[in-house]
T-cell receptor, first 121, second 114 residues
Framework: GAVVSQHPSRVICKSGTSVKIECRSL??????MFWYRQFPKQSLMLMAT?????????EQGVEKDKFLINHASLTLSTLTVTSAHPEDSSFYIC?????????????????FGPGTRLLVL | GENVEQHPSTLSVQEGDSAVIKCTYS??????FPWYKQELGKRPQLIID?????GEKKDQRIAVTLNKTAKHFSLHITETQPEDSAVYFC?????????????FGKGTTLSVSS
């Protein structure tokens, strides 16, 4: 079953509005979550690393003031796309390391949320 | 930082044939290499992974090989079936370090025709 959930699964909004996407780890605590963006027929591009209780680390070229990330608890990270424009339309996916203890597989195993498809009109 | 190259971008095979996808990475410190399968509109699913202390790993029809010296790793699918059709992504990362993200290749669209 899924260990990482995302909400909403799909959102359509008008240009200029803000959209919040939630990523939750189910039944485990994730000190670190990752946000990726995937355009049609392209690969997953890392946007930022979300760290619980501290500021997110953004990849080069990703505007931190446009893509606000908040990791206020050990089970929830949010990505807010501010003043969305049509070029922001994409598939946004989060991921988290599981199991967090690292004993079974190590830190490296990442499981992805189901993704959020954003369409900005 | 890490850079991952993946080839081919598209691959078409007949059912029952084998499929091979190859990736190279740039950061010699990377020590974990997973492969993900993604169906249209869905999340990537981990299908197999390999750590740098192992040269080969097999799981039924799927195998992965790793050449640390050359910094490349490959996915091998034998006896392909139509349901293997999907986009496959390789990735690399430095494991055992919290906060280290996966860096993905550009993906390979595999089409298996019956």
């Amino acid at each position: 079953g899924a260990v990482v959930s995302q909400h909403p699964s799909r959102v359509i909004c008008k240009s200029g509005t803000s959209v919040k996407i939630e990523c939750r780890s189910l039944d485990f605590q994730a000190t670190t979550m990752f946000w990726y963006r995937q355009f049609p027929k392209q690969s997953l591009m890392l946007m930022a690393t979300s760290n619980e209780g501290s500021k997110a680390t953004y990849e080069q070229g990703v505007e931190k003031d446009k893509f606000l990330i908040n990791h206020a608890s050990l089970t929830l990270s949010t990505l807010t796309v501010t003043s969305a424009h049509p070029e922001d339309s994409s598939f946004y996916i989060c991921s988290a390391h599981f199991p967090p203890s690292g004993r079974e597989r190590g830190w490296e195993t990442q499981y992805f949320g189901p993704g959020t498809r954003l369409l900005v009109l | 930082g890490e850079n991952v190259e993946q080839h081919p971008s598209t691959l078409s095979v007949q059912e029952g044939d084998s499929a091979v996808i190859k990736c190279t990475y740039s950061d010699s410190a990377s020590n974990y290499f997973p492969w993900y399968k993604q169906e249209l509109g869905k999340r990537p699913q981990l299908i197999i992974d390999i750590r740098s202390n192992v040269g080969e790993k097999k799981d039924q029809r799927i195998a992965v090989t790793l050449n640390k010296t050359a910094k490349h790793f490959s996915l091998h699918i034998t006896e392909t079936q139509p349901e293997d059709s999907a986009v496959y992504f390789c990735a690399a990362t430095l494991a055992n370090q919290a906060g280290t993200a996966l860096i993905f290749g550009k993906g390979t669209t595999l089409s298996v025709s019956s």
